[in-house]
């Protein structure tokens, strides 16, 4: 063992231990809990006292320090490090060749691809060792992980001879990482990159993301913003980024970064950037070469280009393919690859055109070019056609480019699903897109066999995941919404893994074995999708939430009327796309046969998917045996019930899990329990004033418990309309803008008793409002409206509702809120509701 190689390992080691024990959160199902239980202690009673690494580079080195650090933390034994293969017990870890060359006798795997390995437990000259053996270096890291997991699990590790290949060559993930810090839709602080223009100068958090990712198998980061700054290439950029990769390297993860298309013009000073042209070319191969001699080992392009206002080869009447050719060719002498976003469409469509489609897109601009990209590009596939919603179905380009190259999108910060504040766990969402059949040509092609390569023998192809970390100590700001990030790396390494086992594995690794923490945490996020896209947008009509800002509470009406084409077609009568063949914009035709003739046919598509299909009036009946209307009803209000479930499932485990994830955990969950019902309400509210028809159950519109703050006595508050009315609960709210503190009081109506008060209020980002309760004279609580949420205005982003438990109310008791407005925000106030317990 070189001295490098066992100083980097103690660097690695000692280093990691410190922060180990510092947070939690940070560790995230990396935290090597140590085992307390002596029969699973046992399992591990003889793993070997010695680790001995054949190889000398940063990879191997950071594998050998991962299992010293992982074996300490789990089993509290610290492992002797050598370089030869002693005379005792010990761990091998190397490549193939280095343990073939170390040890003939032993035969190695057959059949490992690149970043495979090989985990088995063997005799050699009268000793046990263990090999980890990768096919190549980074093969080496993913079978430490893959140990350490075992161990995490309390699996077995004798006998020991498991092979394990990744399912696809990309395993990425994209941040969208602005270079003055912000993140494009991100929910969790910072950039861990960039501040001020530049690389930031501690890069600890990037080699630590670095290594969260390696140890689900994740061999790639883009780094930066799809809608990308030109400074990326500037030249004295580069070397910054550099240091980035440095800080990457040790992990097998190789960095990429998203490029302006324009950058031969604005940053090389050429009075052009057509791809066709030769001098644009030379340039590309330039930059390149530029980049691949700071970064050997530099991962490629990604580009997105006449999308969203950002130019591209249109600019010059050139295609996506022409676009794509110019970079991978500068790319190709390097290893680098291309990766060419398929998320192209116009987002100034005429909205009176019921043929006009914006889930067409996609399939329209790409397909006729498919066979036209070069071998080192790839087209970049959001899941679904329109934009990440709660449910779409999936993209008909998939299965449509037959000779090219293609990674699926997928979004692990949730966009549209809740941002991290909403518990929604996309696995599931995930595997059903990944198992879907496209039906390509008549046959069994699942999703996850196109876009790996392997139905039409593509060399290139994978799973991308928008991941969005930020400095928040979580990662994702939410302890529970790492799953995301640990599930998308599991499915792009294997996507035959189940739901359940992906989910299974992260609790305990991240929660520990208790088995009513492992049984509630995984009914928790195997629910969540599900209740999630119940109390926003059922039947395949998106989230409906605000398309034109924050994406994030309701706003049903910002889908239509306008460009974007995120349309519901939703009008007095009825609701839905129509995007049959045969009277509608013709979407389904871009399927293949037997997937068309599905979703084409009323009786078949399934009610899930069914207003993204058609347009029914409110009265269809669906497969579920209700009516379209009085689903959308049931839906919102079943939905939101069972979210009212999750805070009390999770207080169940109060010291079965460490205080601050608890504490953390409960407030997210109580908030979205209360955001639940705002979008029950405000989905209901409108649905039953567009449609006119009642619910069935009497629930919509109907508030027996609630009273209104503009109907309360106010002092300095006063009443203002919310936008959109349907965010409000009578369309209306009170603000305090003109007063240091204003009170809304009304009198209790109700019988002596134990009750619940909901105080449902708007929590803007400008300031930190504060609230006081009073029943009498007594103060019954108070509370800071200083939550981070999307929003400068009362509407669906801002309402929030705060639940004070167990007061005691009598008949003719004045309940009073007092409002102190801060900055911005003016305290202001919808409605109280009084539950009895
Ligand atoms: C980075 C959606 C998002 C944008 C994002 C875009 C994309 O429209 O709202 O923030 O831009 O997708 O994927 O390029």
């Known amino acids: ?289 530029e980049i691949y001699r700071a970064i050997p080992d530099f991962g490629g392009f990604v580009l997105k280009a006449d999308s969203e206002g950002r130019v591209g080869p249109s600019v010059y009447g050139r295609t996506h393919a022409d676009a794509a050719n110019v970079l991978a060719q500068a790319l190709q002498p390097h290893g680098g690859i291309l990766i060419y976003r398929g998320f192209v469409y116009n987002h100034h469509m005429d909205w009176r055109d019921l043929k006009n489609d914006r889930a067409r897109a996609a399939y329209d601009n790409f397909q006729p070019l498919d066979g036209k990209f070069a071998a080192n590009a790839a087209v970049q596939i959001k899941y679904g056609p329109i934009d990440f919603q709660a449910r779409e179905p999936v993209s008909p380009l998939l299965g449509a480019l037959e000779h090219t190259n293609k990674t699926l999108e997928l979004q692990i910060t949730q966009e549209y699903t809740g941002q991290q504040r909403h518990l929604c766990y996309l696995v599931p969402m995930w595997k059903q897109i990944l198992d879907f059949n496209l039906g390509v040509n008549g046959g069994d092609t699942p999703v996850k066999e196109i876009v790996s390569g392997r139905t039409f023998h593509r060399g290139l192809g994978g799973l991308v995941g928008v991941a969005n970390v930020g400095a928040d100590p979580s990662w994702l700001g939410d302890d529970l919404a790492m799953a995301n990030l640990y599930g998308f790396g599991r499915l792009a390494w294997a996507p035959d893994l189940s739901a359940q086992q992906i989910t299974e594995e992260w609790t305990r690794l991240t929660f520990g074995h208790d088995a009513r923490v492992v049984d509630t945490v995984m009914n928790l996020q195997l629910e969540s999708w599900r209740v999630y896209e119940g109390y926003t947008g059922p039947l395949g009509l998106g989230t409906l939430t605000d398309i034109l800002h924050g994406h994030y509470g309701p706003g049903i009406e910002t889908a239509e009327r306008n460009g974007w084409g995120q349309w519901i077609r939703a009008d007095h009568n009825g609701i839905g796309m129509d995007r049959t063949a045969a009277t509608g914009t013709g979407y389904i035709g871009q399927y293949a046969a037997p997937v068309a003739a599905m979703y084409e046919s009323l009786e078949r598509c399934p009610d899930n998917l069914l207003l993204f299909m058609h347009h029914v009036p409110y009265t269809y009946e669906l497969h579920a045996g209700k009516t379209v209307i009085q689903y959308i009803y049931d839906s919102h209000y079943d939905a939101a019930v069972e979210a009212q479930q999750f805070p009390e499932w999770w207080k169940t485990l109060r010291g079965r899990v460490d205080e601050p994830r ?176």
Request: charged residues 25%; aromatic residues 10%.
């Open 1 to 289: 063992m070189t001295r490098r190689i066992l100083v980097s390992i103690l660097v690695l080691l000692f280093g990691s231990v410190c922060r180990l024990r510092a947070a939690t959160e940070y560790d995230a199902w990396l935290r090597y809990e140590p085992i307390e239980d002596q029969s699973v202690k046992a399992l591990y009673e003889r793993l070997p006292a010695v680790v001995v690494t054949l190889d000398d580079s940063p990879v191997v080195s950071a594998a050998a320090g991962e299992l010293l650090r992982g074996v300490r933390g789990m089993l509290g034994r610290t492992l002797r490090v050598e370089a030869k293969v002693p005379a005792e017990d010990s761990i091998v870890l190397g490549t193939v060749e280095s343990v073939k060359r170390a040890a003939p006798e032993l035969a190695a795997a057959g059949g490992l691809i690149a970043d495979g390995f090989w985990l088995k437990a063997a005799a050699f000259n009268g000793h046990r060792i263990l090999i980890v053996a990768g096919q190549n270096e980074r093969g080496v890291l993913y079978g430490v992980f893959a140990l350490l997991r075992k161990l995490g699990l309390h699996a077995r590790i004798d006998p020991l001879d498991d092979v394990e290949n990744p399912y696809a060559p990309v395993r990425w993930v994209n941040q969208w990482d602005n270079l003055d810090g912000s993140i494009e839709r991100g929910y969790a602080g910072r950039s861990i990159f960039f501040e001020n223009d530049n690389v930031v100068a501690d890069l600890t958090r990037a080699g630590d993301y670095a290594r969260l990712l390696a140890s689900v198998g994740i061999d790639g980061c883009t780094v930066n913003n799809v809608n990308a700054n030109a400074r990326m290439l500037a030249p004295d950029f580069v070397p910054q980024l550099a240091k980035i990769a440095d800080a990457f390297r040790p992990w097998g993860v190789r960095l990429s970064i998203a490029v302006d298309f324009a950058s031969p013009k604005t940053m090389g000073g050429l009075d052009t950037f057509d791809p066709l042209d030769a001098r644009v070319a030379a340039w590309w191969r330039a930059k390149a070469d």
């Open 662 to 837: 608890y504490e953390a955990v409960v407030a997210l969950l109580e908030y979205q329990a209360g955001h639940a019902i705002v979008w029950r309400d405000a989905i209901c509210s409108w649905f039953l004033r567009m449609s006119g028809i009642s619910d069935a159950q009497g629930r919509a519109g109907h508030f027996p418990n609630r009273t209104e703050a503009e109907a309360m006595q106010l002092s300095g508050y006063a009443v203002e309309s919310v936008t959109p009315w349907e965010d409000a609960s009578g369309g209306e709210a009170v603000a305090c803008r003109s007063a240091k503190s204003c009170s809304a009081q009304f009198v209790f109506e109700g019988a002596a008793g134990w009750y619940d008060l909901n105080v449902q209020y708007f929590d803007v980002n400008t300031g930190a409002a504060g609230f006081k309760v009073y029943v009498g004279a007594q103060q019954v609580d108070q509370w800071k409206a200083d939550a981070r949420l999307p929003a400068t205005a009362a509407n669906g982003d801002s309402a929030t509702r705060h639940r004070i438990t167990g007061v005691a109310l009598r008949a003719k008791d004045v309940i009073r809120i007092e409002g102190i407005p801060d900055g911005g925000d003016a305290a202001a106030l919808d409605y109280v509701e009084i539950e009895r317990q």
